[in-house]
């Protein structure tokens, strides 16, 4: 019996063969697909051009000689780059104040604050625009009409321009601004409080503690949140859209994005891609620095209570500050939504005389296109959700288990693509797949591709994190117990990571629905999805239908989250963590 | 039949070899401890019988089965062995009775047996009140229990255990030590226990192997291990020992402090640095010079500790070498006075190294 066992043991290991190194690698050559083909193809177009007469493609510099002397180019990049700067400078002198306030002080209503600024994330930025437009242009504008009421001015008066600089730079701001606020208010709340108070004990009273001790130690964030802010402002293609083509000048993603109306300039819209990418890495890599290692960690516990600033009378003007700045994004915004919806012109107030369901009539029966872009939206949602969640359970497992070897390439694949801004991604799949073998431009595959790529980073980095909370020892026990590597992980590893598995699902369903920048490169007519419907309605003035399809697409995100944490046998399970 | 062999096992991360060259050999039934400071190899090692980390030479036999070599190595769940964790491993999300029966179900044994099997090993560990909550409301010492009898109830042939008692409380490890070793003697699976702590290794080990940098420095009984060590590291490691250095002369003595030593233990080079251990309650400690003897070594008192049962000194002999001494209570020697220290000829080790 025991001369028997060697070779029986020999037989069943070869049978049984470890799959997890053929099946790692075929993930790392999708990830390589996903990733490097695009930018590839990027930087090849955006040297080369190709000769008519011999049909090969020769090197040159001349699209970029033509990037940084044309003013059609010049202007766009000046205009990015105020933008950029005046917006992220604005994001921090009104985020900075009400995270600290937020965090630190005994504000009343501080938690209702905290989730009202996370619910303006949900708000597409393009939305927000479409919105603001609806309260600020000059004619027709809510609150200009509010202001020729009460100051009886002239019809051809106004108080606010949205089309215009300015009011670009303040629409981004709205949608920027939660981003450092975010980072700001946690970095507070992860100061622990015994530092604090050392520097009470040794003499200095709350505001010089706050002065002197605090806010040094909320900097980095602070500085990270500008940078986020920063960059945000320069990669958005949504607002600017929106808002600064009326007003007849171009930021970098619209002056891309019209490089691919007719006639089609591909090489030119590579080139001037590429500084857009450039900066974003070394953005991405200047926070990364001020932030460190531990920088990301939205989660950790808090030490102590930290030391609640008293405000006494002034949590007055405290408040009265918060819910004016709250009011931009969420309260005005959604107001003109709602009233737009309802009301048989956009710019017109509803009363109970006038209002209408015949926006959501046209919207739902009447536009053909929305039908269509419906479930194109809710298709592309769920399958990308699903294949972005699976390929980050994966990646994430084999970097935080190192079950492979070249697992650091792996994770390094999967975060690359945060550092790719969503239009320049767009250029590079349109380059990638308008081409054989793979000719996906024009289907669904190719939106597909491109949402997987753009939500991978965080859903692998929420993904991983959630292994590397899982001590290796549980499944070092499963397995020496006899089960196999598969076995453990459907009963022990699985289980463990349900909620987080969720969670990342219906984050990339709500982040696709919202997605703007790639589709707008990539769709036709066939596979319009939502987001891009609100876009062409709005070239044709449909304000009304805008507002019920952005309305709906709120439902349908709240929808999604409620009704898959409702299904049985997820969410709601007793885990309880020794 | 199911003795563990480890045969010039090594395991290296790049250059570094974590495992080194380790050979050990252990009995049907014998609770073997690997001992040694953090980061000395021993959890490594232990990681490789279980098969979670293959061998870069060498190979691990079970009876005569080979179940690791850098060529061909048996997954851990076909080994029939069990492990305990230093975090015990539980899962959370099972209850107590859930976790301690998933060998079981995994090896399809049928719910009767599965149930007598379950009940039975509640009541050996006490754990019977306890088999429908869950981990996260349980204390460290029942949580170690469940560890313990979810290994257990699968009937091992080897049983591993992965300093077990390190997240316990020093009263509640000093208990659970005996215990460990009363359930070894209950079950008698061949057993291997990884730790730091030598009181625990002490306590339940049959056989001890010291490990260092890698390899094992010395194994033996813990008596051996104790007052036989073979290097300077196993002298230091295990109880507190003085070790000091003379020079060897012709004939086996050691020179130190201008006193020829007469010692056991390792064969002494003559002109060769050698370290000779001597534990601090072996060394005689007196005013006047005690007759004819060997050995005997002038000191100065530098320091005295009045300890309640003991006296702990602290003496320096004239090249400057500090000893430790312990004593009985009673012999109180100032602070300063010359003395004479007899080191016991038997109880001098020379030492390799």
Known sequence: ?578 | MAAVELRGLTKRYGEAAVVDRVSLTIEHGHLVCLLGPSGCGKTTTLRLIAGFVEPSEGEIRVGERLISSPANTVPPERRNMSMIFQSYALWPHMTVAENIVYGLKLRKLDRDTIGKKLDAILATTKLAPLAQRYPGELSGGQQQRVALARALIVEPETLLLDEPLSNLDANLREEMRFEVRRLHDAYRYTTVYVTHDQAEAMTTADLIAVMNAGKIEQAGTPEDIYDRPSSEFVARFIGSSNVIRGVGLAGGRVEFAGVPLRCVGAKVEAGASTPVSIRPHDIAISLRQPGDTDNLVPATVVRQVFLGGSRDYMVESKDGTQLRVVTAAAESIPQGSAVWLGLPPDRCRALTG
């Open chain 1, 1 to 578: 019996m025991t001369i028997a066992l060697p070779a029986q043991a020999a037989e069943r290991a070869k049978f049984k063969l470890d799959y997890t190194v053929p099946v790692l690698a075929g993930f790392a050559a999708v990830l390589c697909v996903l990733v490097v083909l695009p930018v590839s193809w990027l930087i090849y177009y955006s040297v080369t051009i190709g000769d008519p007469a011999s049909n090969v493609r020769v090197f040159t510099l001349a699209h970029f000689y033509t990037l940084f002397t044309d003013p059609a180019f010049v202007n766009p990049l000046l205009t990015t780059i105020t933008v950029a700067v005046s917006s992220s400078v604005l994001c921090c002198a009104v985020a900075a104040p009400m995270g600290w306030l937020v965090a630190r002080t005994d504000m009343p209503f501080r938690r209702t604050v905290r989730l009202l600024v996370t619910a303006s994330f949900v708000t597409p930025p393009f939305l927000g625009a479409v919105a603001w437009e609806i309260l600020a242009a000059p004619n027709s504008g809510l609150l200009n009409q509010l202001y020729r009421f009460v100051t009886g001015a002239p019809q051809d008066e106004h108080l606010f321009n949205i089309y215009s600089l300015s009011g670009l730079i303040f629409v981004i701001t709205c949608y920027t601004f939660p981003y450092v606020f975010v980072l700001v208010a946690n970095a507070l709340d992860r100061i622990p409080a015994d530092m604090e108070e050392a520097s009470a004990m040794l003499g200095a009273g709350t505001w010089r503690t706050a002065r002197r001790v605090t806010i040094p130690l909320a900097l980095p964030a602070l500085l990270a949140g500008i940078l986020i802010a920063f960059l945000q402002a320069m990669i958005l293609f949504g607002s600017p859209a929106i808002l600064a083509l009326p007003a007849g000048f171009h930021t970098m993603t619209t002056k891309i994005w019209s490089l691919f109306q007719y006639p089609p300039q591909p090489e030119l819209a590579a080139a001037a891609s590429l500084p857009l990418l450039v900066v974003t890495v070394m953005l991405l890599r200047a926070q990364h620095t001020i932030l460190g290692r531990k920088g990301y960690t939205v989660l950790g516990g808090k030490n102590a209570d930290p030391r609640l600033i008293k405000l006494g009378w002034l949590a007055v003007p405290a408040m009265t500050f918060v819910v004016a700045v709250i009011s931009l994004p969420l309260f005005l915004p959604y107001f003109a939504l709602f009233n737009a919806a309802f009301s048989p012109i956009a710019t017109t107030l509803v009363t109970p005389a006038n209002a209408t369901l015949h926006n959501i009539y046209f919207t739902f029966v009447e536009l053909s296109s929305t039908q269509l872009a419906l479930n194109n939206t809710f298709i592309l949602g769920a399958a990308s959700a699903t294949l972005g969640t699976v390929l980050a359970l994966v990646i994430g497992y084999a970097t935080a288990r190192q079950a492979v070897t070249g697992h650091r390439v792996l994770g390094f694949l999967a975060t690359a693509p945060i550092a790719i801004p969503g239009i320049v991604l767009g250029v590079g799949l349109f380059l990638s797949y308008t081409r054989p073998p793979l000719v996906l431009y024009g289907t669904l595959w190719v939106l597909l591709i491109a949402y997987v790529t753009i939500e991978l980073p965080a859903a692998y980095q929420q993904l991983q994190s959630a292994f590397r909370a899982v001590n290796p020892e549980l499944e070092d026990a499963s397995r020496i117990l006899g089960a196999t590597r598969l076995q453990t992980l459907r009963r022990i590893t699985a289980p463990l990571l349900r909620t987080n598995v969720l969670a990342t699902w219906c984050f990339i369903f709500v982040s696709t629905i919202r997605e703007l920048s790639a589709a707008i490169m990539l769709f036709t007519s066939e596979t319009k999805v939502v987001s891009v419907l609100i876009f062409d309605l709005k070239e044709s003035g449909e304000l009304g239908a805008i507002s019920v399809l952005g309305l709906s697409m709120l439902v349908l995100t709240f929808a999604v989250v409620i009704g898959v944490n409702r299904m049985p046998g997820f969410g709601g399970t007793r885990l309880r963590n020794t």
